[in-house]
């Protein structure tokens, strides 16, 4: 035995042979993901079940039985008919505005231009002229927006323009007392107090100036133009409230810290329906008599108020995370109390909540349908009301509406969550490693 | 500089050059002097022009309103109401009607919460498509939304009571309601009643002695089967035993409408269904985080100890997670007691609805009762943070 043969040895390599069949393509795909096990087969069987069960009704009643077209509720109230889009489409008008004057929807269709025109290079990063546009939608439109809504020409009263010189004569000289006093030269904070009142009576000055406009009363509003003047002022209002509430809540000072806690613990302790049923019956009565608002700004105050205190505790979230360090490297630099929240603190500690942020304002966008329950028609309180019309009374009419306002605030809250992620992705790139 | 030499300077209110208006005390006491001023300023003018309103609109101040008679009906109560009854009782009848509501919401919304939540990380493509698109639907569509279709155009679709849906024998589904039929008991029962009691209180001492044993010796005990084996078993053996004295009293149609039974009013059914549904979707979203917070080296970590993966689960990744749930857990569940208010809009007579809505137009004393109102969720919100804060520190990481 001394040659041993090796029958057979490879030279080369074997053919690679393509994946079993069960393991690629949708076959594959389904193996692995639906039934790689006993307990993921009965899962995956129930889920069909679950769809099989939801789906075609679903889908019958939005699309197939659905009626589209029709003038009244003849078209709807067929045996076996599914949603009524043409009640949708009758009152889409009344739905987007309201009650506001068809002759004037024009303003609301410009104010809605004008906002999209900040907002959109506002929300793509690549656009230049950030500060500018911020600018522009922080000051430039909204002003534009109330005359536009309202029609502006607001009866300012001679004793008002008196009062705002007065205060502003008042300020100048407390202002000057104090750097006399304290020893500073008064050339600098005199310019910014005198700037700061010309600013304001440039504004009043703006606001009751006759452009011409027909005056259009809050009570004519409605519809999703209320949703949204709800929620945009909610959320602006709320925000400065809510960085200065946050700064008051971390504050050395006993006394500020004290009354930020308590204002708010109560605001979040409490459902925004009692706060609104308060700005409306409560506020009232905290007035002098004569002075009246108006139905709409008192919710508008009731809703800025609420985000405010969780915007605190989400503002207050992102200042705890900044590490004590950068507060002294600010004081380090000789910055102010200011300048070093300004320049240093709030941008980093905005930066890491900014998803937090959007969640209340989502969460707050939802929070405008309340105010139906305290009589504002709002997209929500403007579908609910034409139920009552019997030109388009038929068993499908508030499924219809509700699908439709649900698919209206979905749009807006769903694509609000989409751009948080994609910001926060955005802006964590730097800290990537 | 030494620390003396800058305290004197403070004393001093900068004395060495600085002005005082440099002096952070000084500042410090000057703007808090200045805020609390301002904010009494406010409160006593408020206050002022509330004083001089109600004098005018010739409305009674005071509590003295609760003890009147309230002349209204209530059309869900869980004690004695009638429209003789007093303010006051109308008041515990609203408080009453948010506690049930949110009690049961919040362990519905709880479990199916949890149960999204986890299925949204489920490996089964399908089954993780359905949670997410769950979730994404229903957070992103405000709360009073949902209650009004599910008010409007769900349970007020249902047919007349003459032709109810009869999903079980005896339980009828139509536009008054759901209704279930009438358990009564018959002499004997409450030993039912008891034995539950006494099987609830002995698996609370088995488990405490199992956890004590394992501690001592590390042999381990099925406490929770047998827990749930003594808390089904027991009654159960008690109600065979006594010759089940318990007796179900169906409801029966007379006229347009049931008589007898019990009856769920839709209303309650709609608030409890948007506001459990809804709930969940938050929670979905917090246990989903929670159990992601748990890192993959955990799993490891106990696999490579010779875990199995359920034991792995149950004793590794769920303390973990449940840690970073519970937080938010607490906020969602007072998001669910305050989103009870709610029910104003769809006529469900809880606190705000029967106490800021009826009892406040009927009375007019807007300010005591919206303060009211206001301080008994503050409290019930109180209470539940306290409680969760006392869970949450028995749960939460103890380090050395």
Redesign the interface.
Known sequence: MSVSKIAYVRTDEAPRMPPPVSETGVVGWVRQNLFDSVGNAIMTVLGIAMLALILPPTINWLFIDAVWTGSNREACVVEGAGACWAFVNAKFAQFMYGRYPIAERWRVDLTGLLLIAGLVPAAIPRVPFKRETVLYLLVVFPIAGFILLTGGNVGLSGNFWIGLAVLAALSLAVVALICRNAGIAPASPLTVVAGFYLALALVFAVISYDFGLRSVETQLWGGLLVTLVVAIVGIVASFPLGILLALGRRSKLPAVKLVSVIFIEFWRGVPLITVLFMSSVMLPLFLPDGVNFDKLLRALIGVALFASAYMAEVVRGGLQAIPKGQYEAADAMGLSFWQGIGLVIMPQALKLVIPGIVNTFIGLFKDTSLVLIIGLFDLLGIVSLNFSDANWASPNTPATGFVFAAFVFWIFCFGMSRYSIYMERRLHRGHAR | MTPASSAEREQAGGGSGA????NPRVR?IV??VL??AF?LGMLAY?AQ??K???E?AGIASGLGFLSERAGFDVSQSLIQYSNDSTYFRAFLVGLFNTLLVAVIGIVIATVLGFIVGIARL??????RQ?ATWYV??L????????L??WY???L??LPSPRQSLEPISGVYLNNRGLILPEVIGQPGSSAILWALLAAIAASIGISRWARKRQQATGQQFPSVFVGLGLIIGLPLLVFLVTGMPVDLAYAELAGFNFRGGVVIIPEFMALLLGLALYTAAFIAEIVRAGILAVSHGQTEAAYSLGLRPRRTLQLVIIPQAMRVIIPPLTSQFLNLT??S??A??IGYPDL?AVF?GTV?NQTGQ??EV?II??LV??TL??LTSGFMNWYNSRMALVER
Request: charged share 10%; proline share 2%.
């Open positions: 002005s005082w208006f440099y410090g703007f808090q805020v609390v904010l408020f022009n509330a001089i309103n109600l005018r489920s490996k089964n493509f399908l089954i359905i994404e639907m957070r992103n569509i405000p709360l009073l939304l949902q009004l279709f409007k155009a769900v007020s679709v305050k989103n208010s709610l104003v809009a705000v800021a406040l807007a300010v919206i109102t206001m969720y503050l919100s109180l």
